[in-house]
């Protein structure tokens, strides 16, 4: 099982980036995905997942209303589309799939399967 996640690389504050993360060895069309990420120095932290079928999103607070999950179950991939970025929204980002369990959806312990991330950074 395998995550590969892309899109990461330096823009100017206010720009935009599109991360994909492509899963290969299994379907994961029936879990629910997530992007996280980790800025330097900081814990890994929840930005936004979505549900099996793409019905039901859920979005950190400091990136509502920019940021944007998707999914492409024919392509097993996930996106997630950033824009009006901020300098506070660099840090390296990883995909994830539930592995189920009385966790929250917010909360990592919940994912089974991680990507090995991508780095974002946001120049001011």
């Known amino acids: 099982v395998q995550l590969q996640a892309s899109g990461g690389g330096l823009v100017q504050a206010g720009g935009s980036l599109r991360l994909s993360c492509a899963a290969s060895?299994?379907?994961?069309?029936?879990?629910?995905m997530a992007w996280f990420r980790q800025a330097p120095g900081k814990e890994r932290e929840f930005v936004a997942a979505?549900?099996?079928?793409?019905?039901?999103?859920y979005y950190s607070d400091s990136v509502k209303g920019r940021f944007t999950i998707s999914r492409d179950n024919a392509e097993n991939t996930v996106y997630l589309q950033m824009n009006s970025l901020r300098p506070e929204d660099t840090a390296v980002y990883y995909c994830?799939?539930?592995?189920?369990?009385?966790?929250?959806?917010?909360?990592?312990?919940?994912?089974?399967?991680w990507g090995q991330g991508t780095l974002v950074t946001v120049s001011s």
């Open positions: 994830a799939v539930s592995g189920g369990g009385y966790y929250t959806v917010v909360d990592s312990r919940r994912y089974a399967y």
């Open positions: 060895g299994r379907t994961f069309s029936t879990y629910r």
């Open positions: 979505i549900s099996w079928n793409g019905e039901s999103t």
